[in-house]
């Protein structure tokens, strides 16, 4: 399996409920490094480019509003298959659909509010990363 790199946001519920050491912890014991983090406070701008994909979704313009609402931890992730064990690190997006043990059955608090997001494919990984790190922010 090959070594990927992988962005993670912890999301503002999370950080508002001191969650972030909790969450880190369920990466550190699946195997994951966080080889890059930050505690940010996004402006509208970040969060509507960062969420540019879902711009003509319904729910684009309260997911931009929550995600301006409280500091959230960005991070990147190294492992192992890294992507895809994150997500299943996470469970599914919407928290009453997640398997049991997930961070979002476990902690998120509605589907917008769901504690946190990660990349969903290699190639959105690389720009994800890229969106919030620079090299010299990355340290493996
Ligand atoms: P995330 O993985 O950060 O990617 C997009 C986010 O939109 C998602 O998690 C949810 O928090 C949020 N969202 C809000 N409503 C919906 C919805 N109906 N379907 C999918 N995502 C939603």
Known sequence: MAIERTLSII????TRRNLTGKINARFEDAGLRIIGQRRVRLSREQAEAFYAVHRARPFFNDL?????SGP???QVLEGE???????????????AKAAPGTIRKDFAESIEANSAH??????NAKQEIAF?????DIVP
């Open 132 to 136: 919030f790190f620079s090299g010299l």
């Open 72 to 74: 959230v931890v960005v």
């Open 64 to 68: 931009c509003s929550f995600m301006v």
């Open 11 to 14: 999301k503002p519920d999370a």
């Open 118 to 123: 990660g990349s969903d494919s290699l190639d």
């Open 81 to 95: 298959n890294a992507v895809a064990k994150n997500r299943e690190i996470m469970g599914a997006t919407d928290p």
